[in-house]
């Protein structure tokens, strides 16, 4: 187990003062004369591009990622970045074609958009389903997963790491999205700086000394089996990633939901105009393809380090109790190889990383908590300062949730040698293509109705759990030679999660599809969304941007393949 030195914690002592002091300095200079529940919840109209960018990302590159995708690139290697690239070209297509829907419909949560697009039940309905999401999956995970780094590095009981992340995640929410979106500039800048260093310290240590291009050179010869964007069927991580899945099926599902469908991300843009959000989208989605470099590439090089023993990094240190290889002790054990100072720095970055996200997750709970089921459930006249007590309020208490959470059932899901990441998105895609039926076809399609967005919400859920457990009461092998079935750890055959994504989002647009046009019949008339194909138009600037990235995107799938 690692430890930090004095000055490893000085160095971070100095990046909370930074990061509390700016806090406190925007929430004072920021602060309006009278209580604004919009204010607080969205930073309405206050965020900068550039603010808006890299707060998505600073919340979205948390534990999951630089504890989970750094053991999944141990584990899987290059494959997994899939999840960032093709992020990436999700964010374009939300920003082209989700934000102007959102902004022009004035949009500021996403059961207001159920609500205004479907009816108040289906918005309910999917409030509590994003409340339980987002508190039993999301901040549970991201808390025990950050714990269980930082408790690696640092040395400190995990329960004492979970306790003061909490803490100071708290710390940081209760100052509003205006606090959170400015503070997350500087937690970017340490996340990528110590991502960086980390990347740099492993390159070197594998080059003997000679630099990170020599590195990189011997990583791709020495671990080219982890060095393949498209798994083949005979490839035994092929259930995590299955094949062309990545590119044209389950992947973009889990993606369009997740950027495009999701309070949590979208909530940064949907107070700023149209134009500042989209160049917001495409800063982060820049940033996006930056990702894999920080977070993937160093699981990889653990790896190769360990695989050929190459000293600094003993193969021990990666196993559990029970002697299982744990993948999400990778990233720790590569940080534990940084020197004095430095290892505090790149400490204070995962822990950046890891507030940043459980603040946002935090901020989007209370969001959704106050506007969309405590004013409509319980106080309709509920005053701005009373909503924004109640906000604060529920910020304390559904990160208490997600501590006892943590304790209780974090090491079981999380732990003894799974992949946090992949845990994550496996049941977040119990919900992921429901959701994302309901909103795509609630934006283009005005005959869509209120009952055919109850079955993607409750049906979608059913079929994704019953082909969940599905080999426990069929015997899924024959499907084997047709492609969606494979075998598992167990060698129990099931359908890869991203494979079953696609099928229950085909089931759910095909169950809308039926009962829209039946109650369509009946004169039912749904109602619809303002929407002028002229919003969908983009500047020159953005236009230029995403094709670049797309570009990008291109090259690396072709020399990866």
């Not at 899945?245 to 599902?253: A, C, N, P, R």
């Not at 977040?428 to 005005?446: D, E, N, Q, R």
Request: net charge positive.
């Amino acid at each position: 187990m690692s430890s930090l030195h004095k000055y490893d914690y000085i160095v971070f002592f100095i990046y909370f003062v930074i990061v509390s002091s700016y806090g406190f300095w925007i929430y004072y200079k920021k602060k309006t004369a009278s209580a604004d529940s919009k204010d607080y919840f969205l930073a309405e109209g206050s965020l900068t591009w550039w603010a808006i960018g890299a707060s998505l990302i600073a919340s979205n590159i948390s534990a999951e990622q630089m504890i989970g995708m750094s053991g999944s690139g141990f584990k899987l290697g290059l494959a997994i970045s899939a999840y960032e690239w093709m992020a990436s070209a999700t964010l374009i297509i939300v920003a082209v074609f989700f934000m102007p829907v959102y902004l022009k419909n004035k949009i500021f949560t996403m059961p207001q958009f159920l609500s205004q697009r479907y009816n108040e039940k289906v918005a309910m309905i999917m409030a509590v389903f994003w409340l339980m999401l987002y508190i039993v999956v999301n901040l549970m995970s991201i808390l025990y997963l950050g714990a269980l780094a930082i408790s690696g590095i640092s040395g400190l009981d995990l329960t004492a790491c979970i306790l003061a992340l909490a803490i100071f995640a708290i710390f940081i929410t209760l100052g509003g999205m205006k606090v959170i979106g400015y503070t997350d500039v500087i937690q970017v800048f340490f996340l990528i700086l110590g991502g960086l260093v980390a990347t740099y310290i492993a390159l070197n240590l594998i080059s003997g000394g000679e630099g990170i291009i020599k590195g990189f050179g011997l990583l791709k010869t020495g671990a080219s089996e982890h060095f393949h964007l498209i798994f083949k069927k005979d490839n035994p991580n092929y259930m995590d990633l299955p094949g062309l899945s990545v590119l044209i099926g389950g992947m973009w599902i889990a993606n369009l939901s997740y950027w495009g469908c999701n309070q949590y991300i979208t909530q940064r843009a949907l107070g700023a105009s149209l134009p500042v959000a989209r160049s917001g989208l495409l800063f982060a989605a820049f940033l996006k393809m930056l990702m894999p470099v920080i977070v993937v590439i160093p699981g990889i090089a653990v790896y190769l380090i360990v695989k050929d023993n190459m000293g600094g990094i003993n193969g021990n240190s990666l196993l559990t109790a029970s002697g299982v290889q744990d993948p999400n002790k990778a990233y720790p054990a590569l940080l534990g190889l940084l020197p004095v100072g430095l290892k505090g720095l790149s400490f204070a970055a995962l822990t950046a990383a890891i507030v940043a996200s459980l603040a946002g997750k935090a901020n989007s709970i209370a969001t959704i908590f106050t506007l969309d089921i405590y004013k409509k459930a319980f106080e309709p006249n509920a005053g701005e300062q009373r909503m924004v007590n109640v906000g604060k309020i529920t910020v304390v208490v559904s990160m208490l949730i997600a501590v006892v959470l943590s304790l209780i059932v974090g090491d079981a899901l999380m732990g003894e040698g799974k992949q946090g990441f992949q845990y994550i998105q496996e049941y977040t895609g119990f919900v992921s293509p429901g959701i994302f039926a309901m909103f795509i076809l609630g934006f283009f399609w005005k005959k869509t109705t209120s009952n055919a967005a109850l079955f993607a919400t409750i049906g979608g859920f059913i079929v994704s759990v019953v082909l969940k457990f599905l080999p426990g009461w069929v015997d899924l092998s024959g499907l084997y030679e047709y492609g969606w079935a494979v075998a598992n750890s167990s060698g129990v055959f099931e359908i890869p999660f991203m494979d079953r994504m696609l099928i229950v989002f085909a089931v759910c647009i095909l169950g809308m599809y039926l009962i829209s046009i039946y109650e369509n019949k009946k004169g039912i008339v749904p109602k619809g969304l303002e929407i002028d194909v002229k919003m969908f138009k983009v500047s020159t600037s953005f236009a230029i941007g995403a094709v670049i990235i797309m570009a990008l995107i291109v090259a690396l799938y072709s020399a990866f393949w």
